[in-house]
């Protein structure tokens, strides 16, 4: 299973960046999927999950600026990032919690991280 991660980059504050983050391989069901992210010197800390009955966690510093969704045809998940802050900088990380095979356990994959820069 691999987790690619796009749509990080540069952007002035009050900007807005969109991540995507697709899975591919063995999959056979995908449970939660989320977004964590970590800044220089700062623990991971997660963004915002959104598990497989689609309903959404975000931590509250992003709250009412950044958007989860996920595409399930797709094994996609994204995040809308909108009226960005400095404090927003960091290396931002998929996070997929899903089963390889019918009978197999459910595991945790991440992706290897996307660079988000807010300048100001």
């Known amino acids: 299973v691999q987790l690619q991660a796009s749509g990080g980059g540069l952007v002035q504050a009050g900007g807005s960046l969109n991540l995507s983050c697709a899975a591919s391989?063995?999959?056979?069901?995908?449970?939660?999927m989320g977004w964590y992210r970590q800044a220089p010197g700062k623990q991971r800390e997660l963004v915002a999950r959104i598990p497989s009955d689609g309903s959404t966690d975000y931590v509250r510093s992003v709250t009412g600026r950044f958007t989860i969704s996920r595409d399930n045809a797709k094994n996609t998940v994204y995040l809308q990032m909108s009226s960005l802050k400095p404090e927003d900088t960091a290396v931002y990380y998929c996070?997929?919690?899903?089963?390889?095979?019918?009978?197999?356990?459910?595991?945790?994959?991440w992706g290897q991280g996307t660079q988000v820069t807010v300048s100001s």
């Open positions: 391989g063995s999959i056979f069901s995908i449970n939660a």
């Open positions: 996070n997929v919690q899903l089963a390889p095979r019918r009978w197999s356990g459910v595991y945790t994959y």
